[in-house]
């Protein structure tokens, strides 16, 4: 059974930081690029940011550049978000996902086949 679990949201003040952890289980690693998405209140699901050990490619969304980074921990088959210098639109409900297609922020969220169930990140002002 494919298994992604998020962790490490939670309510913190413009310009704090959180790290998502999103630790991945069923699948072989190496196989797969790892994506992080996030879905605000009323609006549609955007890619932020994604990852793939097999290649070593990452990519990110042009509204996160410079303030977060994806990491991958291999022994552990574990993807992280670091994210620093949060604003308030940043606030979403944050999903990891599996696909087996490259990592490209172009990539649509219905490429990837196997998604946790969502971490909540609010930033107040």
């Known amino acids: 059974e494919v298994q992604l679990v998020e962790s490490g949201g939670g309510l913190v003040q413009t310009g704090g930081s959180l790290r998502l952890s999103c630790t991945v289980s069923?699948?072989?690693?190496?196989?797969?690029?790892i994506g992080w998405f996030r879905q605000a209140p009323g609006k549609g699901r955007e890619g932020v940011s994604c990852?793939?050990?097999?290649?070593?490619?990452?990519d990110y969304a042009d509204s996160v550049k410079g303030r977060f980074t994806i990491s991958s921990d291999n022994a552990k088959n574990t993807v992280y978000l670091q994210m620093n210098g949060l604003k308030p639109e940043d606030t979403a409900v944050y999903y990891c996902?599996?696909?087996?297609?490259?990592?490209?922020?172009?990539?649509?969220?219905?490429?990837?086949?196997?998604w946790g169930q969502g971490t909540q990140v609010t930033v107040s002002s």
């Open positions: 996902a599996a696909t087996v297609y490259f990592c490209s922020i172009s990539v649509p969220d219905q490429e990837y086949g196997h």
């Open positions: 069923g699948i072989t690693f190496d196989d797969y690029a």
């Open positions: 990852i793939s050990r097999g290649d070593g490619s990452i």
